[in-house]
């Protein structure tokens, strides 16, 4: 009995702790989160792979994030809004982009970081 108690808690444990590794280690893992094509390049990630990010940053950015039917909602929720595409309405604009380069030298994975508006509403 005393060693399923055990295991339980060293579970739990062990959850807690993959848990907090998550969340520390923020929102884009294995990558770097960037604003343009320049800050890319300042962050040390090869000029190439930001020119290829970037070249895909508007469509990924209107094709992602959460849609609002209108623009005044979507503006009281974050501070700029674009139409989106192929859908109808609008997406809020990234304040960046997660830039994860693959080992062939391409982009792996781009995905849109989104900053919600002070007081958040």
Do not use: K
């Amino acid at each position: 009995m005393r060693i399923i108690r055990f295991l339980v808690l060293a579970l739990i444990a062990f959850t807690g702790v993959v848990i907090a590794v998550a969340m520390w280690r923020g929102e884009c893992v294995g990558g770097t989160v960037v604003a343009s094509e320049a800050a890319c390049v300042a962050a040390g990630l090869a000029p190439d792979v930001c020119r290829m990010a970037f070249l895909r940053a508007d469509d990924v950015a209107r094709g992602a994030g959460p849609l609002y039917n209108e623009r005044t909602p979507c503006e009281d929720r974050y501070p700029v809004c674009i139409e989106a595409r192929p859908a109808t309405g609008w997406v809020p604009r990234p304040a960046g982009f997660c830039i994860v380069p693959d080992r062939s030298g391409g982009v792996g994975r781009l995905t849109s970081v989104y900053r919600v508006r002070e007081g958040g509403r």
